[in-house]
């Protein structure tokens, strides 16, 4: 007959307590996410089981290897002081590292506005960043010792209702023992095999999606699962029609496919004179289109960007292709579509390929990437630096493999007046750039400066008394000190010799946020771009819908320029510019039409399709267009398979 051994009573209280701190978690979030959730007593229901599902299935995995070391301890050890020991001490570890998860679900949330996903698996490598923005953002002070408390808070509770005596002196039969261990781990095997994350999405609303899931069993699914083969999980169509309908897409008057079948590379002719204008690219740090007064912001934010926009070529209904930086570099060195899982910046073996670099040095520029912390950081320094630039950075220690042959210039402690955990201020980074430039022109090289800048990112600091904002009170302040960093630029260039001969471009790498209750959440995917130059480009506000990959194309075709293109994107000011824009998330697939009409492609081999209201920002279900399913498909594959087939060179 089987007898509960009280030896478990330990683990079963523990887990009695990881379940009820998990549903009051979900209870949390439904609070928090209360107006954007789709709630009815049904799918409340599903919600919670669902999240209890996983919540087991995070336990099955605790009980594997508790019960493990229970069903091998002899019954002389039992309640000696080193069982005491591995015991108390083991639940107190696991105690910590549960109490602290759940406090991280919270501010990961906060942030994403989700479970952990690919994010926090990738912030494991980067601790340097992540620990020092976690003692920036939050009062450490108070949430340590308030961790600590709470796991001896449980130790006290433990002790009063004898869970450890009792533990300590139960010395249950083997037998009793090995059916614990065998059954916790049929569990743990059934989870592994048989049960994915993705088994939590069973709403077509995000946030109850997210809230059913279990944020540790999420995370080491990303672990798990940070690559994904597109053709496993996507639907796909044949090659040969898929390069046929991005061919068609991409075939302009004004170029020339220089391949065959299944490539897109051409030459692009322009029949105007070249000019050759340094280029200064800033790829701004979540920079959300619904900032700027130009967007209907009353705020008075972003002053300087404001005034671009009567100056330059302001392009109005420009999207981001992900939610990521390097999503938006990706998208604006490669001029390519998101492709599922991983952006290419972080991939590895992603040095040569075809970049906005090769068109520049083909003119005889001088590339140069500006970060503004350490390019180790979201492989920065590994991409830029195999693809053509030569880079500028803090570099705290980290060094380039020997097969990057570029130069590296660390940015010195007496050039920073301050600096958080992502990197100098934007002031700072400017002051770099400007630095380098007068070099380029003293040297008569002309310049392509790619600038990325970190000050609008939490923990939202930046130097004091620059603007009517107290430093680290929010996102409003970094948002204004960024475009106040953007004047005092100016200021300190507008009398250079190279000033006026200069293009400047200011886009967002992607917004603020892009979390939402639907698959894509469109008006989060909506940021600035503006092309300045003064003398060389005309001002004008282009309200063509169009994507980050068409940045740079643009500028060629202001510029005039005949080059070899290996890109997705195309001129948006061209006649017979087609009109898209690509969004993303790690796992949606989405291309948005000029008519509103969005179809998403899922990792489950389906899609969908709705109409945004962009007023409301809503998506309506709509029946799945057959030609616009499979467009959408050409190009996501497409992209896939040049990456994949070393086709990007």
Known sequence: MFIFPKRYKTLLWFSLGFILISFLLRIVFMIWQLNDLDLSFLKLIRIIFTGLFFDLGVLSFLWTIISFYLLFTPKRWIGTIADKAVVLFGMGLVTLIFTFTFFAEITFWEEFHCRFNFVAVDYLIYTYEVVKNINESYPLVILIPSILMLVALVFVLFVKNKVFSDTFLDKTEMKNRAIIFSGSLAVCLFYSFFIKNNQAEWSENRYNNEISKAGIYSFFSEFRNNKLDYAAFYETISEEKAFATIRKDLDRKNSRFICEKECIKREITDTLQEIHPNVVFVLMESMSADFMRSFGNNGNLTQNLDNLTEKGLFLTNLFATGNRTVRGMEAVTLSIPPTPGQSIVKRPDNSNLYNVANVFKAKNYQCNFFYGGDGYFDNMNAFYGGNGFDIYDRGRGSILSDKIKTTRHLIEDEEVTFENAWGICDEDIYNKMIEVADKSYAAQKPFFNFVMTTS???????????????????????????????????????????????????????????????????????????????DIIQPEKVETLCSQIDIFPTLF?????????????????????????????????GLLKPNHEVLVLSNKKNCHQYLWNEETNELQSQEVDTKFEKETIAWYETADYLYNNNLLK
């Open 456 to 534: 609008n990112h939490r923990p939202y600091t930046y130097p004091e008394g620059k603007i009517d904002i107290p430093s680290g009170t929010g996102r409003d302040g970094a948002v204004k000190y960024s475009d106040f960093a953007i004047g005092e630029m100016f200021q300190k260039i507008k009398d250079k010799p190279w000033f006026k001969n200069t293009v400047f471009i200011f886009i967002a790498d992607h917004c603020a946020s892009s979390a939402g209750k639907d698959e894509i959440d469109v008006k989060n995917y909506h940021i600035p771009a503006i092309i300045y130059g003064k």
């Open 557 to 589: 075709g202001q510029l005039h320029w005949s080059y070899t293109s290996n890109f997705f994107g195309n001129n948006v000011k061209a006649n017979d510019y087609q009109s898209r824009a690509l969004i993303a998330t790690y796992l949606k697939l």
